[in-house]
């Protein structure tokens, strides 16, 4: 009997061992709505115990049901009371006596041990810090030696870098940056973003909007909650299209107590309806992340792998937006930048997304029409680069569709790309440290290598079938 012999080697030991049931769920932050108790230390405890464990045992048949209901918050009071039953466990509290507890997920006595002290976290991220500042000077260097041999992306895009070494430098020299730290090579967070957040969705567009697409990165988490308070429909990009192409959350299918929750990578995942290239549903606003902008062009930086660039276009090339499609991002006041965006002698490339309207923490800027410089009107292939093609699956089941609809061949970019180094991912203050394994004496042969599964229309980018 699972339940009871777990309960019982919980009580013989005094130490929270019920390691299978946490397992089970591990976000269940509905899960854990019990109330905590006092179980009196006599002699009719280990009946008591016996008895949670017979009936947990039972109730845990229903636990397979009602575990994908109670993680979207969608489950009913029942299934919430089955998945917290079942993961019951009892701990020796002060004053001799017994407490328990109604999920596992309150008490984690394993995680206190080993946890890092705020001088060790801050040693860990000045370490990192230290190693992704190094490695965007190596990058720097390899498009420097592109451009030397004529490779027009690097000529192109190599001030770009200068420009992101400066925000990001700035942002964490000082103390401007937020979790995830360090921000280099990424879509910097910032002390200020929540604010920003809100911000955004006081503007008009915001309330007229009732589609509105968001990048998944962390300093739009605020943009994205809002979108779910706003009852209007959320888009988001599946990260770095390494599956598919969006992700959908309409409105009421989530419980406002999950919004937070939706609104991160993991809850877009649990709780979101995976898209495929089929969709043509209409966007009313585009929001973008950025590294830098420019007031004036509405001149965007972002993090140099070319995603929102990437997304916008697919989503011109489908009818999803066009021309007049506002296009916003979030940023702190710091990353606006007049000057040298572009340098002098310099232009923008073709693909890159100009913005419409910043939105920072304490001020909204509207870029003027007559100066903002054009948006792409779609994928250009002829500078999409072998390499980038060759990681987004997605972007080859389009290339395959478009050559079937017009039945002509279409071309890749010639010269390769230098793709940039992904961010170093640094711990919250506090974080229980990953656990340290021994390497063997001898390392164990590699396996072989899965078949590369085909790309195409009928893959699983197709949307999922609704009953």
């Known amino acids: 009997m699972l339940a009871y012999s777990s309960v019982v080697s919980t009580a013989a030991s005094g130490r929270a061992a019920i390691q299978h049931r946490r397992c089970v769920a591990p976000r269940c932050s509905n899960l854990c709505a019990g109330k905590v108790g006092d179980v009196p230390k006599s002699a009719f405890a280990p009946v008591a115990l016996l008895a949670v464990g017979v ?91 592109l451009a030397e041999k004529g490779n027009i992306r690097a000529q192109k895009t190599a001030w770009k870098w200068k420009v992101r070494k400066k925000v990001w430098n700035y942002l964490e020299d000082n103390d401007i940056a937020d979790f ?49 308070q706003a009852n209007k429909t959320l888009y988001a990009p599946q990260p770095r299209l390494r599956t598919g192409f969006f992700s959908r959350i309409v409105p009421n299918t989530v419980l406002p107590s999950k919004f937070n929750f939706a ?79 572009p340098p002098e002698g310099k232009v923008m490339m073709v693909h890159d997304v100009p913005v419409d309207i910043i939105v920072t923490p304490t001020r909204v800027i509207r870029v003027p029409s007559k100066t903002r410089l054009p948006k792409p009107t779609g994928i250009y292939w002829d500078i999409l680069s072998q390499e980038k093609f060759d990681a987004i699956r997605v972007l080859q089941t389009l290339k395959k569709q478009l050559e079937r609809e017009t039945g002509t061949q279409i071309k890749l970019a010639e010269q390769e790309e230098a793709l940039p180094p992904l961010a170093k991912r640094g711990q919250r203050p506090g974080q229980r440290p990953p656990a340290k394994t021994e390497s063997p ?6 396996e072989p290598e899965p078949e590369p599964r085909k790309a195409g229309v009928k893959s699983k980018l197709a949307r999922p079938k609704t009953g």
């Open 180 to 228: 995830p730290r360090p921000v280099h090579h990424r879509i910097p967070n910032f002390k200020g973003a929540a604010e920003a957040g809100k911000r955004m969705a006081g503007l008009p567009e915001f309330y007229a909007a009732e589609v509105v697409k968001v990048n998944p990165d962390t300093p739009q988490k605020s943009v994205r909650v809002a979108v779910l």
């Open 441 to 446: 004496a001898e390392p164990p042969a590699p």
């Open 55 to 145: 009936v947990g045992d039972v109730l845990t048949r229903r636990l397979g049901k009602s575990q994908r209901l109670c993680r979207s918050g969608r489950g009913s009071a029942m299934s919430r009371s089955i998945g917290s039953l079942c993961r019951g466990l009892v701990t020796h509290g002060a004053g001799g006596r017994q407490r328990l507890r109604t999920c596992a997920c309150e008490a984690r006595p394993r995680q206190q041990q080993g946890r890092k002290s705020p001088q060790e976290s801050e040693e860990e991220r000045l370490r990192l810090d230290k190693e992704a500042r190094e490695g965007m000077e190596d990058y720097m260097q390899k498009i420097e030696i």
């Open 263 to 341: 609104a991160t990578a993991g809850g877009m995942k649990q709780m979101s309806e995976p898209l495929g290239l089929d969709d043509r549903t209409k966007i009313d606003i585009v929001v973008v992340g950025s590294s830098a902008v420019n007031p004036e062009n509405g001149a965007r930086v972002g993090k140099g792998e070319g995603f929102a660039e990437l997304e916008y276009g697919m989503m011109r090339q489908l009818g999803m937006i066009d021309e007049n499609t506002p296009v916003i991002t979030t940023v702190h006041d710091s990353q606006v930048i007049s000057e040298d965006m």
